[in-house]
């Protein structure tokens, strides 16, 4: 069971359609499915595959797929993006189909339909990052010395060049042997450029006590700041680089990066920060981050810095999610002015209230889900609810989903991604100060509410629909006179 939370908006997707609108544009779904061989997490009973969206705004790897057993599932990407399976990467397009065979250690990854030149350049990673050699970063030496350190260090810089010349030739290598396109290969590129950067940062993390004795731990990681700022090629401004820059933010201005953002004074030191430190395309990225998440918060931002923030940005796609952002949460304040018990119908965004949607199904069995989408139990209930629909006629039972979700794109994402379209599908508005809510107590979830032909309240607890309990009382209900 979950305790409600406060999740932040992603996409803001429509059940239905080939092509989605999210924050950065139309995005397209790429399905992804395992076979039996592949072993699921223990703990979770589940595969996850990771990855990043909306340019990186948002983070590094923070959205995730999850399959459980042979089930296929989408993911909504807006361009080429990079995949990773525990060790192993691959890059997929929009509306491609991925299948993932054999075990976690050695996965054979492939494309549903059989493409022999895309089967190579999703194969491309795993090879390249099983034959390329990751700068060594030795064992942590206990009570090691300011020398040893700086010793370490200028080897592992060496040991950064020599990587990069050879991470070089390797792909150049691969490339050719794999026969991957031009295409594809302008992508893989800017994921294999300064993947090697990251072990120094890493150095200095693992001495950071020592250096901070010495007063050089902020002056170490200040000293990487011009190679952000004279960046002036967006092809160059990589994945990889903006994974070294968030580092160096996380480490450098510890009280003010996007993680401490709750207020608009902890907005201005965190934009401040950035302003006075970085220039170009590192300011644009970082203090779009910033813009992204304030305004995903609803964290008012002063005039002063939204016009800072146009004269710094040159990126369009940033300023695009940025000003959607906003758009979306201020359309998402206005969808919760409704009445006490109000829902918004997902299927053509309109407030109706739960007693008149309850009332429209007299005369039949009802079980409502309350559920959110990022509610993990919730979701693995969705192929047992889908199991329990097909079951039973329409004139028999209905079903009716009820999310508890505080954003709507969250919300509108999950009825796309999980298919949840055989429910009746709503958002109860400002659920928690609704009457509905404090009656059934309705403060843990995934919780099932089954309603008799007469309106009333069978069972404000029932079984989930794994529990095959659920499908006898449901079968005893429909027998009975």
Known sequence: MFKLMIPIPIFLCFAGCRSYHTLEGKAKPIYISTTEGIPQDSLEDVTKVVYATLQGLKGDLVEVTELRGKEKNKSLIHEPTLFYYHSSRFIAYPNERITIKGSNDSPIIVTS?????????????????????????????????????????????????????????????????????????????????????????????????TLVANNLYSNKLRALIPAFNVIIERSSF????????????????????????????????????????????????????????????????????????????????????????????????????????QLLTASDNKQVHLEDILAQHRG???????????????????????????KYSQDQISFIAISLDRETASWRETIALKDLKEAKNYLLLNASKTSF???????????????????????????????TSLAELIDKLLTSK
């Open 113 to 209: 339909r059989g493409s022999k030149q895309r089967d190579n350049e999703l194969i491309f990673f795993q090879t390249f990052d099983k034959m390329q050699k990751y700068p060594y970063l030795s064992e942590y030496i206990l009570d090691s010395s300011l020398d040893t350190i700086l010793k370490l260090e200028q080897i592992q810089k060496d040991q950064i060049v020599k990587a990069n010349v050879a991470g070089k030739i390797l792909f150049d290598s691969l490339a050719q042997a794999f026969k991957i396109s031009s295409k594809f290969r302008e992508v893989a590129e800017t994921y294999a450029k300064n993947m090697y950067d990251m072990s120094l940062i890493q150095l200095y993390r693992r001495y950071k006590d």
């Open 364 to 390: 039949k069995l009802v079980l409502v889900d309350f559920w959110a989408s990022w509610c993990i139990p919730c979701l693995q209930e969705v192929p047992y609810l889908k199991k329990l629909i097909q």
């Open 238 to 341: 990589n994945s990889n680089v903006r994974s070294c820059l968030n580092e160096v933010i996380r480490e450098l201005f510890p009280g003010n990066h996007m993680w401490s953002l709750h207020n608009t004074e902890e907005f201005k030191r965190c934009f401040d920060s950035v302003a006075e430190n970085f220039t170009g395309l590192s300011r644009d990225y970082l203090l779009s981050r910033i813009m992204y998440r304030a305004n995903s918060l609803g964290v008012a931002v002063p005039s002063e810095y939204d016009r800072q923030y146009k004269e710094y940005s040159g990126n369009f796609t940033y300023r695009k999610i940025v000003k959607n952002a906003l758009k979306e949460r201020r359309k998402n304040m206005k969808d919760r002015k409704g009445l006490p018990n």
């Open 437 to 467: 809510y404090k009656q059934y107590k309705l403060t843990t979830i995934p919780r099932y509410l089954l309603i008799g032909k007469d309106g009333q309240v069978i069972n404000a607890d029932a079984p989930a629909p794994s529990d």
